[in-house]
């Protein structure tokens, strides 16, 4: 069993950061792509960031500048900084992470963390 437990979330003004935090947890041997998706009121989950068990990193053009994800291998766990926040920003950021087993790849998620930005 794999679990992926989310911190970091708030409320924040217009230009103000936040930092979340996912940890993986479980039967875990290695971890290959780390992540987050966002999901804003009446819209559909944007993949926001992506991160390679190498850290090679990857941004929607809208967070480019702004935000960085990182992650530690020996700790399971993905990080995204979030700078100079717009209200355009509020959402619910969910964090994944895609785990070889056996049969090929299996895909976790976490329980989702709200980011709300005030203008």
């Known amino acids: 069993q794999v679990q992926l437990v989310e911190s970091g979330g708030g409320l924040v003004q217009a230009g103000g950061s936040l930092r979340l935090s996912c940890a993986a947890s479980?039967?875990?041997?290695?971890?290959?792509?780390m992540g987050w998706y966002r999901q804003a009121p009446g819209k559909q989950r944007e993949l926001v960031a992506t991160?390679?068990?190498?850290?090679?990193?990857n941004y929607v053009d809208s967070v480019k500048g702004r935000f960085t994800i990182s992650r530690d291998n020996t700790k399971n766990t993905v990080y995204l900084q979030m700078n100079s926040l717009k209200p355009e920003d509020t959402a619910v950021f969910y964090c994944?992470?895609?785990?070889?087993?056996?049969?090929?790849?299996?895909?976790?998620w976490g329980q989702g963390t709200q980011v709300t930005v005030s203008s």
């Open positions: 994944y992470a895609t785990i070889p087993v056996r049969a090929g790849v299996s895909l976790h």
């Open positions: 991160i390679t068990s190498e850290g090679s990193a």
């Open positions: 479980g039967s875990i041997f290695s971890i290959n792509t």
